[in-house]
């Protein structure tokens, strides 16, 4: 099982890079087409929303996985503002590991 943590889009451009230069989602996608048809078990966290502001776009629905929200806590970011915004963060699970867990439950 390998978990994929890319930098946060939301977070890697414009004026404040604070970890990485950015990535092209497109290659990024296709790397994990690539390890769906490997059967690769994986989970990224990818993309997410602080109140009503959006990060990043989600992951395209033709790679099958499946998108779980996460509720992440206070936004530092919000607090540090005044505002009590809550970060929700998505997890996406490959196919073969939302199986695999479907399974579990299952049994």
């Known amino acids: 099982m390998v978990y994929v943590d890319p930098p946060y889009q939301g977070v890697c451009a414009g004026r404040n890079p604070r970890y990485h230069p950015p990535f092209d989602h497109d290659d ?3 790397a994990l ?3 769906n048809d490997a059967g690769v078990m994986f989970a990224v966290s990818y993309d997410g929303r602080t ?3 959006v990060y990043g776009q989600p992951l395209p629905r033709g790679l099958d996985l499946t998108r779980i929200e996460v509720r992440a806590g206070r936004s530092t970011q919000a607090t540090l503002l005044g505002r009590a915004d ?3 963060e998505s997890l996406y699970l ?3 590991l939302a ?3 479907a ?3 299952a049994g």
Do not use: D, E, I, M
């Open 99 to 101: 199986a695999a867990q």
């Open 51 to 53: 109140g009503s502001k």
């Open 103 to 105: 399974g579990r439950a």
């Open 28 to 30: 990024f996608c296709q």
């Open 94 to 96: 490959s196919p073969r």
């Open 33 to 35: 087409a690539r390890l």
């Open 86 to 88: 809550v970060t929700y």
